[in-house]
Every structure is written in structure tokens, then in C-alpha cells.
């Protein structure tokens, strides 16, 4: 099959690579309808996180059930299904505990951006839709991958109340659907930190009743403003360089949590100012498929679309195009169509 | 009034020093009834933090009001109280929030270990016992204002549950107090990890269903097979060295929280752990005044007695021997008489 591929940093390929099969009796293999790029992604592209050269790169997609082993009882071809990253079984210990990107079975969609990609624990992973979706649901669906969960599982982690005031820090396709799971939640106020136009306008288009382009000092003095010198009762850091966790701390409220998902790259976490303030930190990969029953009624239901933050959709034999444009922040996310 | 006093490191005097006075018409001037040695309190006396020569050390005591500034409305000369060691006006947003410990008006108590103690936020801060205690209370009374709420801080901060299984890092006096906080909100298994035999023994009579003595990872792996490779659903860090932390963390089953109170010296924390486990961090300076009324009930009423920690009492003019004591591991906690 046709597939994504990284040798070097920057250096994005489609190569021909053996097709995904199903390896063990608890498999599936789906034809992927649509993939995505992540901004974590671009941690090997741009040099931060080591490569394999020839290594198959993507883990977002949605697609249709192609083959299923042995012991898949929930799935049969021809199922249109969301794919979570993170695979699970949905019965160990600590899937039973919600914590299911800890699964003792743990798995990882290896190739998203791709013609096939394997599943591994199908039953424990895989969500189907109620028969074909329209394709104007693609791009939601596919958000069901990873961006959309993730965005839930900062606000899950950071305690987000009704009536409550969230930061979100981060305004990349995380930190967007944060800001809507947080208005979804029934956060009163909700202060999006971001200083891109185009971004803003998403993240009020997502709930955002506030947005703050200032970054560190002065963007904690705004948000201080904002919440009449007390801070923010939540705060969803969607990002992962110490810059922004740094941000995250220094404007959530005594008390509160700082939801985080962004794989920290650098960061020192402020032991002493959390001691001194009780601001505690949460989060971490988020378990896609706790959230996916919940999450895929709200986008089937019309209450949310978190398809939003495609702004830009390549075809795969353009799919190095599509990084060059989330790297340059040209684009917000890139669909990939294989 | 006679006070204790540290000069330089390992340097505890007794000294004459200015009796503590309102200044500010929400203070009160506490008569020192009982107070005593944290293990706080020998950071400083260990030299690994600075020492202001000639400055007062204490900050836990119990006693009877001496006389209150204009404003203080529920306390007058007479009444027993509990002195929160950190003081709080129960009134600012913070406050209401629970996080008495942030609040706007944070005072400290700074002669503990002396005849009088100046309160700030008398008001806000203290809670008075019904009429004068047996002698026998005291102790259990006097672990109020300290070491008892920032053990069940530990607790609250970690989730501990009905029915879970807690992980207590520490057997000092706030590590037995997480041991008793833990027990009593119905945890079904409680872990405490000491080596040393009366401690050991005092964590079982506060309801330690299991004793670890290792440390580090043979530690680690002994809780596993408690928790059957699962980990612990709440852990309760209460040293606050990297050490600590890191057995915490180890010990930690995936979507937990280590809820931490002992005041960080050297800790970095795993982030990148955290993030692969989803293991939060959550705790810190105990809002004391927050839980003291349900505390005082449970102790009122004989449902815990936080006062087996202290197990050794010295008379004010001895007090550097009972710095010797606890320094020395010869004592858990040291209770001080004016």
C-alpha cells in the first residue's frame, strides 16, 4: 500500500510498504476513508524527537472495517469506525478504571496516513457510526482520533464545572477543541490564549468568550483581569514546551488543576509554586475511547464539530505539503485523503 | 515571655523575648498551652534552610486566648482554641474556595514553641473547644493545628476513596497522620511504607492494613504485589525529599493522583512519567482551618486520636532536646510544655 514515511528530519515521502494484516486474533485492519497530521507529528519532523528512517508516521484516522480476526465479536467489514490512536482492550484493570491509554494491551495506529492501517484490539477500540456517515461528518468523525478526546481529557483532568472559568493555553488543534469541550462542559468564561487571527476566530466560533494574544507576563496579567485577580479555575495546557506550562501555572487560581496533554518537551514542572499554591497537574495521554461514546453522540447530534479545525485537506501523494504548511503554521490541522 | 529560638544551624536556645501583642485589630494573643516540634522545622535546624539568627521557630500550638484586637468577634479571653499554623481571614475568594491556605490575608503562627503566640485573622483562623479539655485531649488537640489536617490534606488531595487501596510514602508524624486520614475515610487497604518498628506499630494501631519496609524499588514492587500489579488508587507522599516522590510515583496505579504535603526540598518531578501514566499530583500547604471542624469532631468524639504521634515530652526550657530527639530519630514528634 501507499503510505506515509519519514527518513529524516523534514523529510516526508509516500512509499510503497507491506500491507497492514491482521497479526493476532483480536485485529482489525481498516481502509482509511481520511487521516489527519498531529501537531506531535511534527516533533520528529522538525528534528525534536529521533527517527527511524523508512518508518511509517500518522496515527489519525477513520475508515472502513476491512478485515477482522478470530476474536472480534463487535466488528465485521464494511463498518465505518473511529479509530482511536490508542488502543485497548477495554478490560484490564486500568480500562476499567477509565485510564485506558495505560491499558495493559496498550497499542498505536501506526499508519493513519495511509491506504490500511492495523488495529490492534479491535473490540476494545474501535467506535462504529450508525451505518455510512455523510461526508460532511468526515472531518468531525476523524477529530474523534485524537485532537477532540485530547482537548476532553485536559478538561476532564483539569476539573472543568459548569459556571466556571477555564484558561486554555495552546491554540493549535488542541487547544480549539479544548476551548469547545470546555463550553460544552458549561464553563461561563472561557479565555483562549492565542495570538493568531484565524485561530481566534475558531476558538470563539467554539465557545471562547474571551481571547488573550499577550503571551507570559502580560498574558497572565490579563488573564488576572479577566478573572478579577482570583485566576482561573481550570486551566487545559494543550501544548508541552515549558513556556506554556509555565503560563498554565502562573494563571490558575490557588486550588485549582492544570489539565495537561501536550507531550511535555522540556519542561521543569514548578514544584514549589504548586506546593505553596495547591495547584495541582493532571492529564497525560488521553484514553481516547473513554470518551468516544460520549463525544461521537455530541458530533452525530450536531452539538458539536470539531471538524473545525481542518483547514487545509491534501491528498496523500501531497501529504509532505501538508506538513510543510502545519510547520509553517500555514495550517491549523490537514486532513489527508488517501 | 520565654521562646524558643534558633540562632545557627543545631543552635536551639530558650530566650527572652518581646511578649507577642495585638497589633492589628483582627489579631489575638494565644497563652501557649502545648505546642510542638515539626518536622519542618529541622530543615532549618539541619542547615538545608537559611536561619535568620535569633528569629523564633514553632508554628503549632494549642492554648487559651489572652486578649483579642477590636474586630475579633467569636473569641474572647478564656476560650481553648485550636491555632491553625496557618492563619486565614475565611472570607476572601480563596478561602471560600477552600484553599485556606492561598488566602489573601495568610498569616503564620511564628511562636509555637514559647509562652504566647500572636494570631492574625483570630476571626477566621481559630476554632474553640466546648469549654475547657481533659488533659488527656491535648495532645490529640494540639495535632490539629498541624500535622493531623496536612495528613488528611494528603488524603482529600490524593482522592482517597471508600473501599481503595492507599500508599503512604513517610512515617513521621504527618505520614502515621495520612495512615489514620486514609483509614478513616473507609479506605480498605492502607500501605504504610516503614522500617521503623514503633512507628510501624503506631501506623497499625491509626489502621495500617500492610507494612512495606523496603524502600525504592524492592518497595515499589512489594506494593505491586499487594495491589496485584495494579498500584495504588492514592498515594500520599508526605516527606517531600525526591526520593519520596519518586516511590510515589512508582507505586501509583495509572488515572491516580499523588496527593503531596511534604514541603518539597530537591524534588523534580517525572513529568514525563506522569504523562505516560496519567498519574496527576495534587496537594500541598494544608488549608488547616478548612477541615478542622470535622477534625475536632472525630477527635471530641473518640474516633481518632492524632495525638499517639507524640511520643516524647519536653518543658520549654528543654526544647533543644527535644530538637535532638526528632533530629536523631529517637522521637516521632516532640510535644513542647511552656
Known amino acids: 500500500m ?3 514515511t519519514i527518513h529524516a528530519p523534514r523529510d516526508i515521502r509516500v512509499s510503497e510498504v507491506d500491507d497492514p494484516r491482521v497479526e493476532l486474533p483480536t485485529d482489525a485492519v481498516v481502509k482509511v476513508v481520511a487521516g489527519c497530521i498531529c501537531g506531535s507529528d511534527l516533533w520528529p519532523y522538525r528534528g525534536e524527537n529521533d527517527v527511524v528512517p523508512g518508518s511509517t508516521i500518522g496515527h489519525e484516522c477513520v475508515g472502513v472495517v476491512e478485515e477482522v480476526g478470530d476474536e472480534v465479536r463487535s466488528f465485521r467489514p464494511g463498518d465505518f469506525v473511529v479509530v482511536p490512536f490508542d488502543h485497548c482492550d477495554g478490560t484490564c484493570p486500568h480500562c476499567l478504571a477509565g485510564a485506558h491509554s495505560a491499558c495493559v494491551n496498550l497499542g498505536m495506529t501506526t499508519s493513519g496516513q495511509a491506504e490500511y492501517a ?10 462504529a457510526t450508525d451505518g455510512m456517515p455523510d461526508e460532511s461528518m468526515i472531518p ?4 474523534l482520533a485524537d485532537v ?3 482537548g476532553w481529557h485536559a478538561a476532564v483532568a483539569a476539573g472543568v ?4 472559568t477555564v484558561v486554555v493555553v495552546g491554540d493549535g488543534a488542541v ?3 479544548g476551548v469547545l469541550a470546555a ?3 458549561g464553563a461561563e468564561k472561557v479565555v483562549a490564549m492565542s495570538r493568531h487571527e484565524p485561530r481566534q476566530a475558531i476558538a470563539r466560533a467554539f465557545g471562547a468568550t474571551h481571547v488573550v494574544a499577550e503571551r507570559g507576563k502580560e498574558g497572565a496579567a490579563a488573564v488576572k483581569e479577566i478573572t478579577q485577580g482570583v485566576g482561573a479555575d481550570a486551566v487545559l495546557e494543550c501544548v508541552g514546551t515549558d513556556q506554556a506550562m509555565g503560563t498554565a501555572f502562573a494563571v490558575a487560581r ?9 507531550v511535555p518537551h522540556g519542561v521543569e514542572l514548578p514544584v514549589r509554586r504548586m506546593f505553596q499554591k495547591n495547584v495541582g497537574l493532571a492529564g497525560g495521554m488521553a484514553p481516547v475511547r473513554r470518551y468516544l461514546p460520549e463525544l461521537l453522540e455530541l458530533v452525530t447530534s450536531g452539538r458539536i464539530d470539531p471538524g473545525r479545525v481542518f483547514d487545509s485537506t491534501v491528498a496523500l501523494d501531497d501529504v509532505a505539503e501538508g506538513y510543510r504548511q502545519m510547520d509553517q503554521r500555514e495550517a491549523i490541522k490537514v486532513l489527508v485523503r488517501p
Not at 119 to 125: H, R
Not at 140 to 143: I, T
Not at 254 to 262: H, L
Request: a positive charge.
Open 2 to 4: 501507499r503510505a506515509t
Open 118 to 127: 492495523r488495529v490492534t484490539q479491535a473490540d476494545g477500540s474501535l467506535v
Open 140 to 143: 468531525s468523525l476523524l477529530a
Open 148 to 150: 477532540m478526546p485530547t
Open 161 to 164: 464545572r459548569e459556571g466556571g
Open 175 to 177: 487547544g480549539l477543541c
Open 183 to 185: 463550553a460544552t462542559m
Open 254 to 262: 490557588p486550588g485549582s488543576t492544570v489539565g495537561f496533554v501536550g
